[in-house]
């Protein structure tokens, strides 16, 4: 049974500092690249960031590209998302997910998500 279990949200100030932890279990962590991914309210979730299987290769959304950094320890089955500078439309809900690259895109593997963890930036 796949489990993602996101936390290290909260409520920081515009400008502040954030890091996201997403523990999995029930896949071959280290066969698949990772990825996050987060849903402001009444908007689609989007992608944010993705790391190859290997570490070695990131990938990011223009919107946070310089901003946030994303990361993994396969050892502990665990994908990080250190958020720096943080604004106003970074809040949302924010998800991980092995992911695979589709064209330009980067998309989910399955629609199995976790619970997500919040992000509340304030201006």
């Known amino acids: 049974q796949v489990q993602l279990v996101e936390s290290g949200g909260g409520l920081v100030q515009a400008g502040g500092s954030l890091r996201l932890s997403c523990a999995t279990s029930?896949?071959?962590?280290?066969?698949?690249?990772m990825g996050w991914f987060r849903q402001a309210p009444g908007k689609e979730r989007e992608f944010v960031a993705a790391?190859?299987?290997?570490?070695?290769?990131?990938y990011y959304a223009d919107s946070v590209k310089g901003r946030f950094t994303i990361s993994r320890d396969n050892a502990k089955n665990t994908v990080y998302l250190q958020m720096n500078s943080l604004k106003p439309e970074d809040m949302a809900v924010y998800y991980c997910?092995?992911?695979?690259?589709?064209?330009?895109?980067?998309?989910?593997?399955?629609?199995?998500w976790g619970q997500g963890t919040q992000v509340t930036v304030s201006s």
């Open positions: 029930g896949r071959t962590f280290s066969s698949y690249a």
């Open positions: 997910n092995a992911v695979f690259r589709y064209g330009s895109s980067w998309t989910s593997i399955d629609n199995y």
């Open positions: 790391v190859s299987w290997t570490g070695s290769n990131t």
